[in-house]
């Protein structure tokens, strides 16, 4: 194997292959006063590119999207289901297919400025289509870099190498910690897609791909400075960002081992089965083992299937996940903005965090919990909260809870992986109850 796999050919593949995607997912750029990475300027620069008619685009697609996938469930037409790419973006269950369309009719009020303020607002639709076009972006400049950093081998580079430390820690292949590198420095739904891509192709298991999705998908540290500035505690950014690091871990660490995610089966995708190897053999060194698996895995590397996975990645995500997005967030918004729910469900929250002394505890009780919804919502409920200590409790909190719809929840539940809302919550609660006596003792320490 070493003699056919390890040749001048696959190095520079494995080299400049899996430099290409490291520079552009992995490598922190400065940017003001915080990072960014190179995949971000990308975005920003579609954004720029697309201008005034992102919004037009996205109409466009919602329309496409809904009017295909009823034509599907209607009439089942061959040349949609034998075709490999449009079988997944239209065809589709009915309740999906009712979330496209209403994420049509969504976005189309929004774009035009027709309905009730309550849907279209800047706190609810108008929000949520902002958002989708990011996605966007996004999407399209992700999907065709994407296989240079888990195609070319660094993956199974880091994987041999990475194990020794983040299997016993994590529960998880060692190639997970190019999933935390990404997200920690770019957008955690980027990670989130790239985890999925991972299980799909038969890198994760079930319960490995939950897991990662929902403990290592932090946001960047861009938006962490911006919810800092946000409830007014920017001066405290260094100590802020190191209580989101420590508690994040510990979270990790802890979460994965309780239900639901314990009790998530450790099984492959049935599809493909097993395509993972981090096992060092007795007769090899870790390092000659890693660079044998990264060149065995850059030799099947090809500009042809870099094509072909990036237009199923775009495929899935403009006509099947968007539209969905659109819908489910929205609802998800207006019920947080519109309705009285979260205050009647965050009082037990308020006595919990009075338990562990959290000045003003009820009033930012619901915060605690709305962030299910949407992570930026927590950070403009406590902008009139006096206390800086609370603020500073709420605010990484709602930065650690790492679980919202709107970002990552609705990319979650629409994978093959069996995390549905239901457990979603039960994860969100969970790390929500053992982030907070954490916080508030870091808090304690520092402030």
């Not at 209580?243 to 089966?265: D, E, F, Q, T, Y």
């Not at 790492?402 to 929840?409: D, P, R, S």
Request: with cysteine; proline share 5%; hydrophobic share 55%.
């Amino acid at each position: 194997m070493r003699e056919k796999s390890i040749n001048k050919k696959n190095l520079l593949k494995f080299i400049l292959g899996s430099a290409f995607g490291i520079l552009m997912f992995l490598i922190p750029i400065p940017q003001g006063d915080s990072f960014t990475t190179l995949l971000d300027f990308v975005k920003s620069f579609l954004k720029d590119l697309f201008g005034g008619s992102l919004p037009y685009i996205l109409v466009l697609i919602m329309v496409v999207s809904s009017v295909l996938s009823v034509y599907d469930s209607i009439c089942k037409p061959d040349w949609i289901r034998n075709n490999h790419y449009l079988k997944r973006a239209f065809s589709t269950t009915p309740f999906y297919l009712i979330s496209k369309i209403l994420g049509m009719v969504v976005t189309c009020m929004v774009v035009f400025h027709v309905g009730p303020e309550f849907i279209i607002s800047a706190d609810t639709g108008a929000t949520i289509v902002d958002l989708c076009g990011t996605l966007f972006c996004i999407v399209l400049g992700f999907s065709f870099i994407l296989p240079f950093l888990t195609d070319c081998g660094i993956m199974e580079f880091l994987g041999v190498i990475m194990k020794p430390v983040v299997n016993p820690l994590f529960r998880v292949p060692g190639r997970a910690s190019v999933d935390l590198i990404a997200s920690w420095f770019g957008a955690s739904n980027a990670a989130v897609i790239l985890t999925r891509e991972q299980y799909m192709k038969g890198f994760y298991t079930k319960r490995e791909a939950a897991y990662i999705m929902t403990n290592f998908s932090l946001v960047s540290i861009p938006f962490c400075l911006m919810i800092a500035d946000t409830v007014g505690i920017s001066n405290l950014f260094p100590a802020f960002y190191l209580c989101i690091c420590a508690v994040g871990i510990i979270l990790a660490i802890l979460v994965g081992r309780i239900p639901p995610l314990s009790k998530i089966p450790d099984t492959y995708r049935e599809r493909v089965g097993k395509q993972i190897n981090e096992e060092v053999p007795q007769n090899k060194g870790v390092l000659a083992h890693a660079l044998e698996m990264s060149c065995k895995r850059a030799d099947v590397f090809h500009i042809k299937g870099i094509l072909s996975s990036g237009m199923e990645v775009v495929m899935g995500m403009y006509f099947d996940l968007i539209p969905i997005v659109v819908a489910w967030g929205t609802a998800a918004l207006i019920i947080a903005t519109y309705t009285p729910v979260f205050n009647w469900i965050s009082y037990p929250m308020g006595m919990y965090l009075k338990l562990f002394g959290v000045e003003e505890a009820f009033a930012v009780a619901p915060a605690t919990l709305v962030g299910f919804a949407d992570m930026f919502i927590p950070a403009l409920l406590i902008t009139g909260i006096k206390s800086v200590k609370t603020k500073f409790i709420i605010g990484v909190l709602s930065l650690v809870q790492i679980i919202y719809l709107t970002e990552v929840g609705t990319i979650v539940i629409k994978s093959e992986i069996p995390l549905n809302l239901w457990r979603l919550f039960v994860i969100f609660l969970e790390r929500t109850l053992i982030a907070i006596p954490l916080i508030v003792l870091f808090a304690n320490l520092v402030l």
